[in-house]
């Protein structure tokens, strides 16, 4: 997950490059303004979709404030299904923003309603169906955990695979005992 997220960024870097890029002599700004433009920072108040990819960055330079800004943003402006993973993410590890597991599902949960057309929805119904299994920010739930994870696993998240593998095991465990 790390890669695809970094792998994320790094395109979004990319393609912000390229779609501020101006040849010169044509009143391009000075490397400074260009900089500027290029940072996560000038996103925060921006309407672009693309600044919801500047959130990731943002958090992980140690800028959190900005980081909540952009992905409350994209989530009210676009329902941002990476926004929804990253804030969660945040509230989860308490990093940035007072922890909230309850707050953290409950974002979890609704970007595992949703499909966008990317990943991003299925790596959320991982997460969801794993906060439901461990009763994390959520009451217990195996029967609507394996649920989601079933769902994910069929979209090719490895993780979910191996934790309803794990689950099984468990009730295996649990049956076995006397």
């Not at 909540?68 to 945040?90: H, K, P, T, Y």
Request: proline share 3%; charged share 20%.
């Amino acid at each position: 997950m790390r890669t695809l997220l970094i792998s994320t960024v790094c395109c979004a870097t990319l393609y912000g490059t390229a779609a501020h890029a101006r040849p010169p002599g044509d009143g391009a700004p000075d490397i400074k303004s260009a900089e500027n433009e290029l940072s996560y920072r000038s996103y925060v108040t921006s309407n672009k979709r693309i600044k919801c990819l500047y959130g990731y960055a943002a958090n992980k330079t140690g800028d959190h404030a900005a980081a909540i800004q952009i992905f409350e943003d994209c989530i009210r402006r676009w329902n941002d299904v990476f926004s929804m993973i990253g804030l969660a993410q945040m509230y989860e590890t308490g990093i940035g923003i007072r922890q909230d597991a309850a707050q953290s599902t409950a974002l979890m949960r609704r970007a595992a309603q949703l499909d966008d057309g990317s990943t991003y929805p299925s790596l959320a119904r991982y997460h969801y169906g794993v906060a439901l299994a461990e009763g994390y920010g959520i009451q217990k739930n195996i029967a609507e955990a394996r649920t989601w994870l079933h769902k994910a696993a069929e979209e090719g998240v490895n993780e979910a695979a191996a934790y309803l593998d794990h689950l099984d095991h468990l009730d295996h465990q649990d049956r076995a005992s006397p």
